[in-house]
């Protein structure tokens, strides 16, 4: 009995020369959306440098771009991985616009929105340090998220320091395209009025600290690798996701720091679950000496 040829991809049947141009042109095709996220750090950058207390608007478009950056990111290693075009240049490039994009900008737009537009107040040697410790924090904010991306780069199969369950897949520290967008879904909440109350500097300096040290952290953070939209799912979901995207759509402000807060925090409950179950180590059983026999 004869077997019937197996159907080809489309690209398979195309010549050679014809498949080697495809493939040229697939290359460029993530690496459009990592440029996309260069330019969202760019435009994010020059309106955080046009931001001031009565033009607040230019923050919150920054905040904005830095959301859309986070999308961008997001899609052009999925497209890469999809297309089958994953190059050693594509994770370069992208490495270096998360970079712009997640560290030097938020970073800036961080000290320009929560400390540089702080009014000169009765005691001016005390807005100039608050402004200087603003400084510090963005600046290790940046540190934390370069080498956050070092450290993902260079590690094969990293283990977090609580391991969740098996055939999970999880982050190694919350990455930075998410620690930018707790940053920019807290100045979108309030969309871009900066802070101007000196009391309000060190819960920023704060929030700043702590973002740092999960980026940094061997704690787990939910990668959401392993949801495949490609599978059949009751339609009970598809009805859920549209309600969740109108409810996004319209409340924009509320559901996006809801959603970076809710992420930045699973960790911490993740971290603090596992620290609490984990059984403490059981003491090594005594030694005896056995007792000589009565003679």
Sequence with gaps: MKMPTPMRRWEDQLPPH???RLRKGMYILPSLFTAANIGAGYYAITQ?????????????????AIGIAV????????????????SDFGR????????????????VLAWVWGFHQLPPSAFPNVRDKIVQFGLIATFIFLVAGASRLARFNIQVNPQPSNPGRPGAKYFVGMPIPAGAGVLAATIHLVKGYPILWWQLAPIWFALLMIVAFLMISTWRFYSFKDLNLRNRHPFQIFVLICAFVYVLIFFHNYMLFAIAITYMLSGILMRLSYTFRRRPPQPPPALYNEAPEPR
């Design 18 to 20: 014809e498949k080697r």
């Design 48 to 64: 955080t440098l046009q931001g001031t207390a009565s033009q607040f608007w230019h923050f919150d478009y920054a905040a904005l």
């Design 71 to 86: 999308i961008a990111d997001g899609l052009d290693g999925r497209i890469a991985r999809m297309t089958n075009t994953t």
């Design 92 to 107: 370069e490039f992208d490495s270096l616009a998360d970079v712009i994009t997640f560290g030097v900008a938020p970073a």
